[in-house]
Every structure is written in C-alpha cells, then in structure tokens.
C-alpha cells in the first residue's frame, strides 16, 4: 500500500510531503503517523499546521491533527485506521452498489 501526508506550511507557501509504502494496514499506519509528526514542525520545532491530509493506498483519508500535542499517537494511530477504514467502506459499497445484479439463468 501506497500512502501520502502533506501538510500546507502557510509561511513558506509550500506543501511539505512523505510519501512510502507499507506491506499491510498497521505497518502503513505507523508510517503515515510517524512521517505526518515530523512534517508539521520545523527544524526549530515551531508548528507548521496542525492538520495533515492523508491518502492511503489511493484513498484519501479526512485531515489529521498531527501538530495538535493534546493528541496522543495511539488516538492518532485509532483515528487513522478508523478514517480509512471508513472511507474504504463506504467506496465498497458503492461499487457493490453499482454491479449489475447477477440474475439467475431464465427456467424453462
């Protein structure tokens, strides 16, 4: 799986991104959470922003709060997965939606 993170740094007028890939769900959520804590904050540890936007295997998943220190990585990690898995969710149901249904063979 693919994923992404970029964060828009507002003093620079740039998106600071990570990108990698990962061999399944909780490894590439690891890797979102560690790149996205790194990516809001300078070298000086001032915040760039608070939210990142997150697209994981081609999914783009709701913003997440990275820079935001109340928020521990656990929450973040359960706040990803939950994302993703919802939106995936919803995506499969409205492929499985768009099928046509399969009849059966006509009886004689």
Known sequence: MDWFVSVWDEGMGVHVYRG??????ASVIDQVLAAGRVIVRRQDDSVIGTVG????????????????NGIGDDE??????????RVR????????????????????
Do not use: C, M, N, Y
């Open 20 to 25: 990698g890939e990962g061999f399944d769900r």
């Open 53 to 68: 936007k997150v697209v994981i295997d081609g999914i783009p998943v709701d913003a997440i709060p990275f820079g935001d």
């Open 76 to 85: 973040l990690r359960w706040l990803i997965g939950a994302q993703f898995d």
């Open 89 to 108: 969710a919803g995506i499969d149901a409205a492929h499985t939606a768009s099928r046509p249904r399969q009849s059966d063979p006509p009886r004689i």
